[in-house]
């Protein structure tokens, strides 16, 4: 555990920027896990994991809704890691999007 008990740190977890919030034997939150690690390592971020189990108000406010991808405290996504949308986020460009078309 982690100096405020959310879950194990990772490498360079004291700058994390994203934190990935799990739980045992999700299958979806193993796939996240390893877009977050090739993420991370690409841009050069800190992350960390916590279990949304191991601690009732994580659970109470995700519940089945995991994985969850936080970018500095802020929800960024659930389910599924987009890592194009993560490094822009990671960016400072959060919900930017870009359309073809003139958009």
């Known amino acids: 555990m982690d100096e405020d008990g959310a879950g194990p740190a990772e490498p360079g977890a004291g700058s994390a920027r994203i934190t990935l919030l799990t739980r045992v034997g999700c299958h979806l939150c193993d796939t996240a896990r390893a ?3 090739r993420v991370a390592e690409q ?3 800190g992350w ?3 279990d ?3 601690d009732p108000r994580l659970a109470d ?3 089945d809704r995991v994985p969850v ?3 500095d405290g802020q929800e960024h996504g659930y389910w ?3 890592e194009d949308r993560l490094r822009r986020a990671l960016a400072g ?3 930017s999007l870009r359309f073809g078309g003139g958009r």
């Open 35 to 37: 877009a977050i690690v």
């Open 43 to 45: 841009e050069r971020v």
């Open 80 to 82: 599924r890691v987009e």
């Open 69 to 71: 991808i936080l970018v």
């Open 48 to 50: 960390r994991e916590a």
């Open 93 to 95: 460009r959060r919900w």
């Open 52 to 54: 949304v189990d191991a």
């Open 61 to 63: 406010e995700f519940g």
